[in-house]
């Protein structure tokens, strides 16, 4: 979720940290109990003290010894109560049966502070080893994916965009194999509930309805307590998760980030970002760019991520026909989605922009601007940055923004109908750069500096993943002594890969 600056709850030892086990109260079909597989000599990669204060924990504890054992699967502390969850889903459109947690093992919940937006928060732990879903897998996760997940969990909540987090990452020197070997890790997950869309089609599709229902009603009374009184409680759950789905795609959108596999088993049934892959950052403007090398057709690039967003909720009304009663019923509650993408999408437009009002010819302004960014082959991240320090008077201010485009003319003419557009609302500069540094991020996680902290990790230096974990939990500060970070990406990223395996 989109979790605000609280006071945390009363620091906690490990040994004080209260653990429930909700999950476990579903009947034993929904999961199986069991022991997480221990590595040898695991050692501490980073840990995130803004994730630990969100469930009272001691960042301390992160140089406990213990903790390290417990939180990569070698301890199992009495309040841990692991499990591994059964769910299905289709992958890249098409049906897959079963999946399951092939390499994620649930430790259990911890009660949040009453000030808290959520209850609870569940732990997770992905990489501790095989279990009944690993699919002929080892159930590990490597070094380089499981820093990845660790630094973007932090980073998307850091842009404020709702999203599982990462309490710590571990590491061991034992090798897994992969395209070629590697060293093994495990990363702590944290979320509300990691109950997927395809958790619910599972049950669906193997005809088993009662267990829809007993999943739909703990989900309901869990996460959505407001909707337990409604006339039509699933009808009212499937337009809830689709609107939640919406405003959380047109968020990605709006900084650029790709997601890669927008799986059914990737989908959070609370609309937060789920299971960090192969995601990438847009950086040269293209929105055909594909993130995931696996995806050879193009099914998750960024053009098509709103509308696969949509594609999953029509997956999701599928499983919850049975509940829901009609088709019509069904069409209904999902009929908001594009009105819904939409309406954030212009406000998000809107706010990037520095735009207080919003006028008919809006969409035409945006509409030329990515025309000419995609032309261009202009940086996303930069460009929005850069475009709050433009004078609403004068050209003084535009030369590192021209520079960048080799079309000169047409950015001269979007400059010109964009000064035209400020003067309407009577602009201040000064405090229209403010509001554009609100939303508009210096500090995203690209891949070229994963890929340093991920290289220096495999040699045991873990100080860059610090680094930037500081770096991207304030993504919006000017952080002066960070702007090293905040440049356009060296010529050797551009051959940097992702795939699924990432």
């Known amino acids: 979720m989109n979790y605000p600056e609280i006071l945390p709850p009363p620091h906690r030892s490990l040994a004080e940290l209260e653990m429930g086990a909700r ?12 022991a997480c597989t221990p590595l040898p000599a695991p050692y501490l990669i980073c840990g995130s003290e803004a994730a630990a204060n969100l469930i009272g924990l001691d960042p301390a504890e992160f140089h406990n010894p213990h903790f390290i054992e417990a939180f990569t699967g070698n301890l199992a502390l009495p309040q841990f109560s692991p499990l591994a969850a059964v769910y299905s889903g289709h992958q890249f459109g098409v049906w897959a049966g079963q999946l399951g947690d092939g390499r994620a093992i649930l430790l259990g919940d911890i009660a949040l502070a009453p000030d808290q ?3 609870h928060m569940e732990l997770q732990l992905k990489g501790a080893g095989s279990t009944p879903y690993s699919r002929m897998g080892d159930g590990r996760a490597v070094l380089r994916s499981s820093i990845r997940e660790f630094l973007c969990s932090e980073a998307m909540a850091g842009l404020g965009i709702p999203t599982s987090r990462a309490l710590c990452v571990t590491g061991s020197d034992k090798y897994v194999l992969r395209e070629s070997p590697e060293t093994a890790a495990v990363v702590t997950r944290m979320a509300p509930s990691f109950i997927r869309f395809g958790s619910f089609e599972h049950w669906f599709y193997n005809q088993k ?3 829809l ?3 739909a009603d703990y989900v309901i009374a869990q996460s959505y307590p407001y909707l337990q009184d409604h006339a039509h409680p699933y009808q009212a759950l499937l337009k809830e998760v689709t609107h939640r789905t919406a405003k959380l795609v047109a968020q990605w959108q709006s900084v650029g980030f790709m997601h890669g596999v927008l799986n059914t088993d990737n989908m959070s049934i609370l609309g937060l970002t789920l299971d960090y892959g192969p995601f990438g950052f847009m950086e040269a403007y293209d929105p055909g760019h594909i993130c995931n090398h696996t995806d050879q057709q193009g099914r998750y690039s960024y053009k098509n991520q709103p509308q696969i967003g949509h594609w999953n909720c029509y997956a999701l009304g599928q499983a919850l026909l049975p509940l829901i009663g009609e088709v019509d019923d ?3 509650a999902l009929s908001d989605y594009e009105s819904v993408f939409e309406s954030s999408m212009g406000q998000l437009w809107q706010a990037k922009l520095g735009l207080q009002t919003s006028l008919p010819h809006d969409q035409e302004l945006i ?9 261009n082959r202009i940086d996303f991240t930069w460009f929005f940055r850069q475009l709050a320090h433009l004078s609403s008077e004068s050209n003084a201010e535009d030369t590192a923004l021209r520079d960048m485009f080799l079309d000169r003319s047409a950015f001269d003419a979007w400059i010109g109908q964009y000064r035209s557009r400020l003067k309407q609302e009577n602009s201040q500069d000064e ?9 508009n991020p210096k500090y995203v996680l690209r891949n070229y500096l994963a890929q340093v902290a991920i290289e220096k990790a495999q040699q045991k230096d873990f100080s860059e993943v610090e680094k930037l974990l500081t770096i991207l939990q304030h993504p919006f500060d000017e952080q002066p002594e960070h702007d090293a970070y905040a440049a356009l990406p060296p010529a050797w990223a551009s051959s940097l890969e992702v795939s699924c395996s990432s």
């Open 23 to 34: 999950f476990a109260e579903l009947p034993p079909t929904f999961y199986t109990r069991l």
């Open 117 to 119: 937006i959520e209850s």
């Open 209 to 211: 309805h009662e267990e």
């Open 213 to 215: 229902k007993i999943l």
């Open 330 to 332: 069904v069409h209904a």
């Open 367 to 375: 509409t030329s601007l990515f025309m000419i960014m995609q032309h």
């Open 431 to 439: 405090e229209r750069k403010q509001r554009m540094h609100a939303v």
